[in-house]
């Protein structure tokens, strides 16, 4: 057993006290948190990288997480119920493939990024200053030609 220590934050006295606890290394990554959307994110790289619909206990076996099989279950509806991916049923369970491309959706989550900015130009430009120069010359040429949108 290895010594993990994690912050707690009481509220009522407003201070922040380390708790050491005694854990395994799987219990640990088990109760490290994950950011918004990641695991969506992860569920939907093993989609993309399959050829046909697969159950939540497939996804969950090609996730290589300590998760439950109704967590995956769970994010995968919720997927289901934005739109991201479809599902037939199969059996006793559904099978679920994506329905929009990896670039898509990557193309979606700037865009929001983008509306959520108080500054837009700003951000454009910034970003734009970050892009290596054979990433703006593509940026440059995807812009002057009848591109897609």
């Known amino acids: 057993m290895e010594k993990i220590v994690f912050a707690t934050h009481y509220p009522f006295f407003g201070l922040l006290h380390n708790v050491r606890i005694y854990a395994s290394e799987r219990y640990a990554k088990r109760v490290s948190r994950r950011a918004d959307g990641e695991l969506e994110r992860e569920i939907l790289s093993v989609l993309w990288t399959e050829d046909q619909p697969l159950q939540a206990t497939q996804v969950r076996e090609k996730l290589d997480l300590d998760l439950a099989y109704t967590s995956v279950a769970t994010v995968l509806t919720r997927m289901w119920e934005k739109g991201w991916v479809s599902r ?57 030609e009848d591109g897609p949108g």
């Open 88 to 144: 037939e049923p199969s059996g006793r369970a559904f099978v679920y493939c994506p329905t929009m491309s990896r670039a898509d959706w990557y193309a979606e989550k700037m865009l929001a990024v983008l509306d959520q900015s108080p500054n837009q130009r700003a951000l454009l430009a910034g970003f734009v200053g970050k892009l290596s120069k054979r990433d703006r010359q593509a940026l440059k040429k995807l812009l002057t």
